[in-house]
């Protein structure tokens, strides 16, 4: 009979003590769902900061790409302007030769038949050397009668004439040269001043 008792009073609780057992179990379970809710959000903002490191991950690999093939392109350029470059010196060392011979040209100017021969050989031999100048791309700069250039011309004096333009090359001195369109040696001239 002790157990009827006990079961009877187990069915027959208080209300208080009912409505507080629901009422813990609701919490329960409320807090359940406040703790899920709350791992959700944070799932969530990591997923967006995974997603933000994943897009400036991205960003600088692109950076670095682009980084990398402007250095590769530097670097062609550089090599090619070695590569045309390169005679720029063993070029100027040879100049001087081109004006002996174009000067030796000049003291020939004689008629005797003796001389026309050497002549006619140096003039031979010129125009061999220039036309292997001029395989390297080697450029004679031969301003007479052109506008005065300060980048390929260098004058070495003014001289009043009123028949030509102020700043006129009226003669040259000495050819100047370029080597792939670079400068290797300015030509000297004389430029008019115009009319006084």
């Known amino acids: ?29 409320d807090s359940k ?3 899920e809710e709350g791992g959700e959000k944070a799932a969530e903002l990591d997923a967006i900061a995974l997603g933000e490191a994943l897009q400036q991950a991205k960003d600088q690999t692109l ?29 100027g060392e040879l100049l001087p030769v081109v004006d002996n011979l174009e000067r030796a040209l000049e003291a020939l100017a004689g008629d005797e038949e003796s001389l026309s021969a050497a002549r006619e050989g ?10 292997v100048l001029d395989g390297h791309k080697v450029k ?10 300060p980048d390929f011309h260098q004058a070495i004096s003014m ?28 030509a000297m001239v004389v430029v008019s001043k115009g009319a006084e």
């Open 1 to 29: 009979m002790a157990t009827e008792e006990n079961e009877t009073q187990g069915s027959k609780q208080e209300p208080e003590e009912v409505l507080e057992q629901e009422s813990a179990a609701g919490s329960a379970a």
């Open 159 to 186: 001289v009043p004439n009123p028949d030509v333009a102020a700043n006129t090359v009226l003669e040259v001195f000495q050819k100047g040269y370029t080597l792939n369109d670079r400068l290797v040696r300015p």
């Open 140 to 149: 004679q700069v031969e301003p007479k009668g052109e506008t005065f250039n």
């Open 122 to 131: 140096i003039e031979l031999t010129l125009k061999s050397f220039l036309g």
């Open 33 to 35: 769902d406040s703790n």
């Open 63 to 91: 950076r670095t790409q682009a980084e990398m093939q402007n250095l590769r392109r530097r670097v062609d350029r550089d090599v090619e302007n070695a590569h045309k470059f390169a005679l720029e010196k063993f070029v």
